[in-house]
């Protein structure tokens, strides 16, 4: 058994809230205050969706976006400007392979996603001047987590009634270390997926008419699944 040598003063835990992106400057302040600097900016706050855009209220939009992608600008602008002052750190930030193709009830949680995938692939061309400051994104599939349990609906006072199982996903501990791999060696976008996923992904790459006529073909039988109030295990995204 390891005993770890960090002290209490090694370790800072403060609240955040996303959403509240006022709040944000302090917070990056606070740690700056606590430790001096910021090595590694991690965004990984977020919620998915289980519901047709046909059926969704627009705000359950509106606040997929206030969380996933403003959010996490916001907190990424101000640690950002102490990178820039130091030269060098790291902004890593979990995306999802549903940030590089589309998928059935969760239109709100892609595009949130492509919106990062954008945001950060066009920062990264206006750091060039900065090469020791790395901008890595993480796109996991399905991995055990609660992102189910807690996903978006129709409206935002509704919850998820049947979260289905979570046997079949990649686990926890393997996707971060997987995770921490590809920051250790400063990949830019590393997948995170177990097949089928995996290949979905390469499928939607360099195969973009066949990811087309796939997707149709599961998003079909997906959303009979989820209006008869069952959860496929094999299609749920991260």
């Known amino acids: 058994l390891e005993i770890s040598s960090l002290s209490d003063n090694d370790i800072l835990v403060l609240r955040l809230d996303l959403t509240d992106r006022s709040s944000h400057e302090a917070a990056t ?13 991690v965004n990984n706050g977020g919620r998915s969706q289980r519901s047709l855009f046909v059926d ?4 359950v939009y509106n606040a ?13 602008k101000y640690v950002l400007n102490h990178m820039i ?12 392979v549903m940030g590089i193709m589309g998928a ?5 949680y892609c595009a949130s996603k492509h919106a990062l995938q954008g945001f950060f692939n066009s920062l990264r061309t206006e750091l060039t001047d900065y090469p020791e400051i790395s901008i890595i994104q993480i796109c996991p599939g399905p991995v055990q987590s609660q992102i189910i349990q807690n996903v978006f609906t129709e409206n935002l006072a509704k919850s998820i009634e049947n979260s ?16 921490l791999v590809s920051v250790a060696n400063d990949v830019k976008e590393a997948w995170i997926s177990d097949h089928p996923y995996l290949a979905v992904c390469y499928l939607w790459q360099y195969a973009p008419t066949w990811a087309w006529w796939l997707m149709n073909r599961m998003g079909k039988r997906r959303i009979q699944n989820f209006k008869s109030g069952i ?8």
């Open 29 to 41: 302040n606070s740690v700056l205050k606590h430790f001096g600097k910021i090595d590694v900016l």
């Open 164 to 179: 289905g199982d979570q046997s079949h996903k990649m686990p926890t501990d393997r996707c971060a270390r997987l995770t």
């Open 64 to 76: 997929i976006i206030e969380l996933n992608y403003l959010g996490t600008i916001s907190l990424t």
């Open 231 to 238: 959860v496929s295990v094999h299609s749920a995204p991260l």
């Open 56 to 59: 969704t209220n627009l705000d």
């Open 104 to 108: 059935p009830l969760a239109t709100g």
């Open 85 to 96: 002052q130091r030269k060098k750190g790291k902004i890593v930030t979990v995306s999802s």
